[in-house]
């Protein structure tokens, strides 16, 4: 009799559990489908804009994840030169937004941090992991100001046009196009992946790494890229349909590295997320990990077809 009890209250407390494990996760998506409907009309402003106000908004975005990342690191016990990793991503940001010194703020910017670095960590009390920190301060610009500056440099300057008439219409910059293209292919990207891996995923993507993806949501997500691609290439800027097709791949494939790079960095600090300012997103870094990839592949497809 008081095995059956015992069963039973084990039963009733799994389901409890199941429960409410299945009420957060519909709290987290109704949170994440909110954000979203705030935030991707004020980041399509600054794609209409460009230049100095997308500037601004890159800006904010680096100065953000650095803190993220600089939390992240110290919470596994490293000690990076945030300043300098902040300074050298500002450099890669102004370097984007002036094309005709491009190169030389890139030298300076390298150059700088080279000669800054190691004397700074001449006088650290304790040199042991110096030279993993030193690695840490560069990557943290690697990773995150390198990327960033693709965004400026594939916008452009000139903004968007609302023609008003005889019959309203906008013109838009092909710099705009490209840039659209990026959001809202990973964007898409991202969501599609995410319900195709919750109700049809079988087969694990990376295990050691991000247990929750799967094959399946890869599958599932690579549609909305390469309809993406569809729309905000072959009418507008004139790319032929199959290239269009390889883009959005690229897109996909990029994305999912993107995710998997930081989902491996958030392993290594042990954290759950890189920060908690967006509701249902996490951190900075969360919401932007698979755009800092695919930024770059769609900027040096641009420059290779000379669109």
């Known amino acids: 009799m008081n095995r059956l009890q015992g069963a039973s209250e084990q039963k009733i407390e799994m389901s409890s559990s199941e429960s409410s494990k299945i009420k957060k996760q519909g709290s987290s998506v109704g949170q994440r ?6 935030l991707i009309p004020v980041v399509l402003l600054f794609v209409w804009f460009g230049g100095w106000a997308a500037f601004a908004a890159t800006l904010l975005v680096v100065i953000l994840g650095t803190l993220e990342w600089h939390s992240m690191l110290v919470n596994a016990g490293y000690r990076p030169l945030i300043w300098i990793s902040f300074g050298l991503s500002v450099l890669f940001l102004l370097a984007a937004m002036l094309p005709q010194q491009r190169s030389l703020l890139i030298e300076i910017g390298l150059s700088a941090t080279l000669l800054i670095s190691f004397p700074w960590l001449f006088v650290r009390r304790k040199l042991d992991g110096a030279m ?6 560069l990557s943290s610009s690697i990773y995150l100001g390198w990327p960033m500056s693709f965004f400026l440099l594939l916008r452009g300057y000139e903004p968007g046009v609302l023609h008003i008439g ?5 013109t838009l910059p092909s710099g705009a196009w490209w840039l659209l293209l990026t959001l809202l292919g990973v964007w898409g990207f991202d969501g599609a992946a995410f319900f195709a891996g919750r109700y049809l995923g079988r087969h694990k993507l990376a295990p050691r790494i ?10 599932g997500g690579f549609i909305v890229p390469i309809i993406a691609a569809f729309l905000f290439t072959v009418l507008p800027l004139g790319v032929p349909w199959y290239l269009a097709i390889l883009l959005g791949l ?14 491996l960095i958030k392993r290594q600090t042990h954290v759950k997320d890189s920060g908690q300012i967006m509701p249902g997103h996490g951190g900075m870094l969360d919401r932007i990990d698979s755009l800092l990839f695919a930024v770059i592949v769609v900027y040096l497809f641009a420059q290779l077809i000379g669109r």
């Open 132 to 137: 993993v920190d030193w690695a840490l301060t």
């Open 250 to 263: 690229f897109i996909g494939v990029a994305a999912v590295i993107g995710d998997l790079s930081e989902s």
């Open 166 to 170: 005889s019959g309203a219409w906008v």
């Open 210 to 219: 991000s247990p929750a993806k799967s094959w399946e949501g890869v599958f």
């Open 33 to 38: 489908w909110l954000t979203a409907l705030v």
